[in-house]
């Protein structure tokens, strides 16, 4: 094909949701995949497929989920838009770009809706956002509690299913190379030697993540070293087209989404058989040490929801870009097996918290004085609860606010964690529909963004399930104006 209306380049969840719009209101949409057919799906095949969205509790929310026996014995908190609002205000510092928040916010039931009624199907994230009591009933946290059938491949495999039923041209293996203009205006798109007009381009290929150049020169010496954690494909080329023609940079450069990630496993960048089973979240239960065997964080400042793509970046600036997430017999027995129970996973094991250091490489003293002046100021009057912010805290340097355990029943638990990096929260400038602007703030005529190629949603940090909500709010708005 020479010739199309709409070219979508980008082969995640958030081109999807462009191309889905574009089909059903009559266009003829081609999709380009830079990567090959057995590596498609971009940064969205390797999510857990989490969602957050405003939803008015469980009643809401079953006409869009799988059948499940355990709904009658579920208790779903409803989430507002207020609450969502409060929740990407209070993560990113208030630097996050405004008019896009409430973009999101308000279209996000609308837009998983449409998409129920493509085909994607839904399910409550019992596994990782619920507790279960002992008279069997399932209470949800977090906010994000609903997730995608099989995860981000489950996700890619209703986009294709629901791509082909309306009619969208996917090609797999096709490294866009360069943009086409007229008078200003995007007219196509260059792929090697051949060139394929359109009426509309979507830019919907990822940040920079996978450009170590990249990542230096933006986010910092030191992560050139981060751990990718998703599709090796995202490296920045369609932004950087974008800028060459006159388009605005948008968002925050200068951070990203990074988290805890497995530093032993041998193959732990771009996993697509184990994918999110790298990560390590259950910190919030544990303490987390250097190898010095110094605590420096919170690790109960809130919800892992709301801290953990923040964390990876301090644990990149630890000596040797290394930490360990320490555990005793207790609250090894906590953790999800989803993540601490993965094939292959290289815990070290001992029965004494001295005997653990010396195996893990962290300096014996400095874990032995850590462990013992954190159990020491714990503030046991409080009960454990780890459903609630429980304010049982440990007053050592750094506090813990919440969810504080003594680390003394054997065997204790380390597992040694690096700096994962998800996507880049810089991109392009784009307005609520996607439309990507010049400097002046005017769009660029033919031009559009969505997904981690738009910059401005997210800054220094993020909350859980946003990411793929905005692809799928943003994506469906470009393509119904491509």
């Known amino acids: ?54 939803h008015d509790g469980l009643d809401d929310l079953l006409e869009i ?29 208030g630097r996050g770009d405004a008019e896009l928040a409430e973009a999101v916010v308000e279209g996000s039931r609308d837009t998983v809706r449409w998409l129920h009624g493509l085909g994607l199907r839904f399910q ?42 309306l009619g969208v041209d996917v090609h797999h293996g096709c490294a866009v190379t360069g943009l086409l203009t007229d008078g200003g205006s995007v007219v196509g798109v260059r792929v090697g030697d051949q060139e394929l007009r359109a009426e509309s381009v979507v830019i919907a290929s990822g940040g920079f993540e996978a450009n170590p150049q990249w990542r230096q ?18 490296t920045g080329d369609l932004i950087g087209a974008a800028l060459e023609l006159g388009a605005d940079r948008g968002g925050d450069w200068s951070t990203c989404h990074s988290v805890p990630w497995d530093a032993s496993f041998p193959e732990n960048e771009s996993n697509r058989a184990l994918t999110n089973r790298l990560s390590r979240y259950g910190y919030p239960l544990g303490i987390l040490v250097n190898r010095r065997g110094e605590r420096f ?10 801290t953990y793509a923040k964390y990876g970046k301090v644990i990149l600036e630890q000596p040797g870009s290394v930490a360990f997430q320490i555990f005793d017999a207790t609250t090894r027995s906590m953790l999800t097996a989803y993540e601490y129970e993965m094939p292959g996973i290289l815990p070290v094991v001992a029965d004494s918290v001295d005997e653990l250091a010396a195996a893990a490489g962290i300096d014996v003293d400095g874990l032995v004085r850590t462990v013992r002046t954190f159990n020491a100021s714990i503030d046991t009057a409080r009960p454990l609860d780890s459903t ?28 040694p964690v690096t700096c994962g990096i998800s996507f880049t929260f810089g991109g392009l400038r784009g307005d609520v529909d996607g439309r990507v602007l010049d400097p002046s703030a005017a769009p660029v005529p033919g031009l559009f963004a969505c997904g981690e190629a738009l910059g401005g949603l997210f800054s220094g940090n993020y909350p859980t399930g946003a990411g793929l909500t905005a692809g799928m709010v943003i994506g469906r708005h470009a393509g119904l104006l491509a």
Not at 31 to 51: E, F, Q, V
Not at 69 to 85: G, I, K, N, T
Not at 297 to 306: S, V
């Open 217 to 234: 020169r933006y986010l910092g010496d030191g992560w050139q070293h981060a751990k990718v954690r998703g599709t090796p494909y995202n």
């Open 297 to 306: 964080l919170d690790e109960g400042a809130d919800f892992r929801n709301y």
């Open 65 to 93: 989920l799988e059948p499940d026996e355990r709904h009658a014995r579920s208790e779903v908190p409803p989430y507002s838009a207020a609450d969502f609002l409060a929740d990407l205000k209070r993560v990113t510092e």
């Open 124 to 165: 409550l994230m019992y596994e990782r956002q619920a507790h279960e009591r002992p008279d069997g009933a399932f209470l949800f946290w977090g906010e994000s509690h609903v997730s995608t059938v099989d995860g981000g491949p489950g996700l890619m495999s209703d986009h294709l299913r629901v791509a082909s039923r």
């Open 388 to 415: 609630i912010k429980d304010g049982r805290s440990a007053s050592a340097e750094p506090v813990k606010s919440n969810w504080a355990s003594a680390i003394e029943s054997p065997p204790y638990y380390a597992y």
């Open 1 to 54: 094909m020479r010739s199309a209306d709409v070219v979508v380049v980008g082969g995640g969840n958030a081109g999807f949701c462009a191309a889905h719009a574009a089909a059903e209101r009559g266009r003829r949409v081609v999709l380009l995949d830079k990567a090959p057919r057995a590596h498609a799906g971009g940064n969205s095949y390797y999510t857990i497929g989490s969602l957050r969205f405003v």
